[in-house]
């Protein structure tokens, strides 16, 4: 059975989107990716990157605007999370945080 592809998309690619991904690094079901919106974002959001995800979380409304401005194709595949800029990569609020939003959607 293939892996269903994630793709977790925050401003610079260096908090929330990496311990999304994380979360998923270990499970059987899926392959989790991450990227930033932002120019200077660590891995920034690409075409290839949205072709290749079978769903796109972001963590901001303004996430999903800056993606489908670029790829409008990309729009039926976006799910946005509401999580706030707030959190350092993998603090434990964040973590649970993603566990609780994703659980909607995904198995943990």
Known sequence: MAKKKLLFVCTGNIDRSPTAEAL????????ARSAG??????????????????VIFVMEDHHKESIVD??????DKIIVLDIPDI???HHA??????????SKYLEL
Do not use: G, I, M
């Open 24 to 31: 998923f690094s270990k499970n059987p079901l899926y392959e």
């Open 37 to 54: 919106t932002w120019r200077h974002a660590y891995r920034r959001v690409s075409r290839e990157l949205v072709e290749w995800a079978d």
């Open 93 to 102: 609020e964040l973590v649970a945080l993603l566990k609780e939003k994703l």
């Open 87 to 89: 959190y350092p990569r």
């Open 70 to 75: 670029s790829f409008p194709e990309a729009e």
